[in-house]
């Protein structure tokens, strides 16, 4: 009979903990705010030196390799040449990935003046909508003001 209520007793525990992981759950994913779109004109982070370095490496495996349809190997062996390429070697996949940071950063400041204006015209707009209704509350008030006994 232990056996029996003890099984009993751990399913309950088990149900409330699944109960619990729910509620909170549901919290983080319909916040009051909800979550942001991505802006589809931000421009795209620039890729690494590693990255570059994959780019060309692919095309090569692909060209000695045709047969390979393994994403998996691909990068198993990139990242072994990689990591057995001296500083020298890699210098020139640092240098572009520099280069397209640059590049990046601009865009990125570019982005964010637009952004910056973008956001003071809406400010603007909604400072004068604010001012147009208290200018209409003011001139209704005064024209029909009553007592009260």
Not at 13 to 38: I, Y
Not at 43 to 48: C, L
Not at 100 to 129: G, I
């Amino acid at each position: 009979m232990k056996g029996a209520k003890a099984k009993a007793n751990t399913s309950k525990k088990a149900d409330s903990k699944l109960a619990t992981k729910k509620s909170v759950d549901t919290k983080r994913t319909t916040g009051a705010k909800g979550k942001r779109g991505k802006d589809p004109n931000k421009p795209k982070r620039p890729p690494s030196a590693f990255f570059v370095f994959m780019e060309q490496f692919r095309k090569e495996f692909k060209e000695k390799n045709p047969r390979n349809k393994q994403v998996s190997v691909v990068g198993k062996a990139g990242g072994d040449k990689w990591k057995s390429m001296s500083d020298s070697e890699k210098a020139p996949y640092v240098a572009k990935a520099e280069k397209l940071k640059a590049e990046y950063l601009k865009k990125m400041k570019s982005y964010k003046a637009e952004e910056e204006t973008k956001k003071d015209s809406t400010e603007e707009a909604s400072d004068k909508s604010k001012s147009e209704v208290s200018e209409e509350d003011d001139g209704s008030d005064e024209g029909s003001e009553e007592e009260d006994d």
